[in-house]
């Protein structure tokens, strides 16, 4: 996961045979999803880049949302949340009261400049995609729940390079640790 994660962010490596992996993979792990990661501690970092990172308000989408198992928190800081996931499964096992859209994050259905957050936690970063979305003001969330061992993980300045070096603009925010986690918070200056 971790080279795949690199070379998505850096290279757009992404294709219909990686897409049809990936899916699998978490097609097979929705079932035990939330009974296995369900904890207030998992919450930690998300809950305080929002804080840390000024991010409340408006539209939020959540790249990778999985079963939704931060939804409720952003449910309680954003007018609208939205949760989008390549895997079918992982939505089908979500108990969540916000909108669920099955989706591929390289090719979002989304207009432009839509999003006051993209919230990414363990998720892949498409870069093009994450700049084309977010509103000319908006915050991307980026969040590791284990920090380094995170399996899909980047740290803070590899985001940073990676929304750069596509081509996306200049980027800045704020980054820092909660619990075991790491988090940052971009946007566009
Ligand atoms: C490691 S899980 C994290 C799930 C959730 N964010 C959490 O922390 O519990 C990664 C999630 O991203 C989804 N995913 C992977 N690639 C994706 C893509 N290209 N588009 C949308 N979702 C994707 C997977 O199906 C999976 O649900």
Excluded at 30 to 39: C, G, I, K, Q, V
Excluded at 123 to 140: D, H, I, N, S, T
Excluded at 167 to 186: I, K, M, Q
Aim: with cysteine; charged share 20%; net charge negative.
């Amino acid at each position: 996961m971790r080279e795949v994660t690199r070379t998505i962010a850096f290279e757009g490596i992404w294709d219909a045979d990686r897409s049809s992996l990936v899916r699998g993979i978490f097609d097979g792990l929705a079932a035990d999803w939330t009974s296995t990661r369900d904890t207030p501690e998992r919450a930690l970092p998300l809950l305080d880049a929002l804080d840390r990172g000024g991010v409340a308000g408006g539209t939020a989408i959540e790249l990778g949302s999985g079963t939704g198992l931060v939804s409720r928190h952003l449910a309680e800081r954003f007018d609208r949340v939205v949760g989008i996931d390549l895997s079918l499964e992982m939505l089908r096992h979500a108990a969540v009261g916000t909108s669920l859209v099955n989706a591929d994050a390289a090719r979002l259905p989304l207009r432009a400049g839509i999003a006051d957050a993209l919230v990414l936690m363990n998720m892949f970063l498409f870069p093009g995609e994450v700049a084309r979305c977010l509103a000319p003001k908006g915050a991307l969330v980026w969040v590791n729940s284990r920090a380094e061992d995170t399996p899909i993980h980047l740290a803070a300045d590899e985001v940073l390079e990676a929304l750069t070096a596509s081509g996306t603009g200049n980027w800045s925010g704020v980054a820092s640790r909660a619990g075991v986690g790491s988090w940052c918070v971009l946007r566009r200056c």
